[in-house]
């Protein structure tokens, strides 16, 4: 290989180099620093479940029928959603899923939200 050609070659690479450098730096500078943080609520290990076996909580299964003559009429509904169609029901410390007209899963509501 020339000189000459050798010299274009290293000058090229250079100039490429330099450039991913400082895109790289623009990049770094412009970009803003954030911070993700998220609460954590630690419930110690031997306590966990133990306010929803205290509690007597829709089952799975049971209809929308059983759900309203023991529970009432929930303080809001939503839903249904998708295929198979999914509906909430809302009560106080508690939200029932239905998967048609049968509970599918209770979740307690934290601190009654």
Do not use: C
Not at 45 to 52: A, I, P
Not at 88 to 108: N, S
Request: net charge neutral.
């Amino acid at each position: 290989m020339s000189e000459q050609l050798w010299s274009d070659v290293l000058m090229k690479n250079n100039i490429t180099t330099g450039l991913k450098a400082a895109a790289l730096t623009l990049v770094l500078a412009v970009a803003p620093a954030t911070s993700i943080q998220a609460d954590q609520t630690r419930i110690p290990l031997m306590s966990q479940g133990g306010e929803r076996a205290a509690m007597e909580l829709p089952r799975h299964g049971q209809t929308t029928e059983a759900v309203r003559a023991r529970f009432g009429e929930p303080q809001g509904v939503q839903g249904p959603v998708g295929d198979p169609p999914i509906l909430q029901w809302f009560y106080p410390e508690f939200v029932v899923y239905f998967e048609k007209d049968r509970v599918i899963h209770t979740v307690i509501r934290h601190n009654g939200q």
